[in-house]
C-alpha cells in the first residue's frame, strides 16, 4: 500500500525559510524520480521541482536559486528546502513520483495530504 506523507509546512513571513519533507513507503523508493508539486489556492496544482534516482535536479523558474530538492534513500525520505519564501508560494504542497504521480497508469492517482505554506508579506 504507497503511502507519501508530507510534513514541516507552516506559516512565515515573506523572505523566512522552511523545509518540507515527504516520507514514502510502498514504493521502490531509491528507483523513482520524486517530485514536488504545490496548489496555490483557487489554482490548479503545479509542478515545482524534481531529483532523479541518482540524485539529479530540476526546478520551475519561479522558484530557481531558492528551492533546493534533495533526497535520502535510507529513510526513503524526499526534502524541499525552500529559502527566501514569497507571498505567491502560499499553496498546499505535495510529493509523488515523476513525471507522473503513483497509479497514473492505472487512472487512479495517489496523493497524500499535502503540507500547506502560508507566508505572509
Known amino acids: 500500500q504507497v503511502q507519501l506523507v508530507e510534513s514541516g509546512g507552516g506559516w512565515v513571513q515573506a523572505g523566512g525559510s522552511l523545509r518540507l519533507s515527504c516520507a514514502a513507503s510502498g514504493i521502490i523508493f531509491r528507483t523513482e524520480d520524486m517530485a514536488w508539486r504545490r496548489q496555490p489556492p483557487g489554482k490548479q496544482r503545479e509542478w515545482v521541482a524534481a531529483?532523479?534516482?541518482?540524485?539529479?535536479?530540476t526546478y520551475a523558474d519561479s522558484v530557481k536559486g531558492r528551492f533546493f530538492i534533495s533526497r535520502d534513500n535510507a529513510k526513503n525520505t524526499v526534502y524541499l528546502q525552500m529559502d527566501n519564501l514569497r507571498p505567491e508560494d502560499t499553496a498546499v504542497y505535495y510529493c509523488n513520483t515523476d513525471p507522473f504521480p503513483v497509479g497514473w497508469v492505472d487512472g487512479r492517482e495517489y496523493w497524500g495530504q499535502g503540507t500547506q505554506v502560508t507566508v505572509s508579506s
Open positions: 531529483i532523479t534516482a541518482d540524485g539529479k535536479d
